[in-house]
T-cell receptor, first 112, second 114 residues
Framework: ETGVTQTPRHLVMGMTNKKSLKCEQH?????MYWYKQSAKKPLELMFV???????ENNSVPSRFSPECPNSSHLFLHLHTLQPEDSALYLC???????????FGQGTRLTVV | AQSVAQPEDQVNVAEGNPLTVKCTYS??????LFWYVQYPNRGLQFLLK??????LVKGSYGFEAEFNKSQTSFHLKKPSALVSDSALYFC????????????FGSGTRLLVRP
């Protein structure tokens, strides 16, 4: 266990559905991240939150909407996704500058 | 801009032999460098990091990595490979001027033959 928990582990959703991914960390970290991992592509940084404020948004489509209500929780709200959005979505957290990021197990998302 | 290159898609090694997984980086200023391992259908597991100090960094499961500033490299090594080391390995870099942006390489699949 890394101290970062993601739910659900697997999600199948239709293109018209709305769902949310949840991430929770118990490490006392002050930064949280969403990454997307697709087959045969490098990990893509999607969003970074530091002290509950978004500090990075790497041109992610608006059908992905992050929410960070406090330093321990991070959500990724999904709506009207496309089949190419099917991937492993990884949450991570870290302490401040120089700290290693610790990852959750990921949510395997399939859009049908 | 920060970037990380892992030039080998796959590395094959026999059990008991030494292994090396290569990584080079580009970042402005001094880098923070990391290695992670990923087993099938799992998240990334932290192995080791270089922040400052000794160029040879020791990490989990007998892995180590050598920071070489002149060659901008941070290769992962292990003196004697195990079959259970077979996994996907990622190198990552964070520049000192972009505290929270951790950029990953494309990954190298390590296959250790019995």
């Amino acid at each position: 266990e890394t101290g970062v928990t993601q739910t659900p582990r697997h999600l199948v959703m239709g293109m018209t559905n709305k769902k949310s991914l949840k991430c929770e960390q118990h490490l006392g970290h002050n930064a949280m991240y969403w990454y997307k991992q697709s087959a045969k592509k490098p990990l893509e940084l999607m969003f970074v939150y530091s002290l509950e404020e978004r500090v990075e948004n790497n041109s992610v489509p608006s059908r992905f909407s992050p929410e960070c209500p406090n330093s321990s929780h991070l959500f990724l709200h999904l709506h009207t996704l496309q089949p190419e959005d099917s991937a492993l979505y990884l949450c991570a957290s870290s302490r401040n500058t120089g700290g290693a990021a610790f990852f959750g197990q990921g949510t395997r998302l399939t859009v049908v | 801009a920060q970037s990380v290159a892992q030039p080998e898609d796959q590395v094959n090694v026999a059990e008991g032999n030494p292994l090396t997984v290569k990584c080079t980086y580009s970042v402005s200023g001094n880098p923070y460098l990391f290695w992670y391992v990923q087993y099938p259908n799992r998240g990334l597991q932290f192995l080791l990091k270089y922040i400052t100090g000794d160029n040879l960094v020791k990490g989990s499961y007998g892995f180590e990595a050598e920071f070489n500033k002149s060659q901008t490299s941070f290769h992962l090594k292990k003196p004697s490979a195990l079959v259970s080391d077979s996994a996907l390995y990622f190198c990552a870099v964070r520049g000192m001027d972009s505290s929270y942006k951790l950029i990953f390489g494309s990954g190298t699949r390590l296959l250790v033959r019995p």
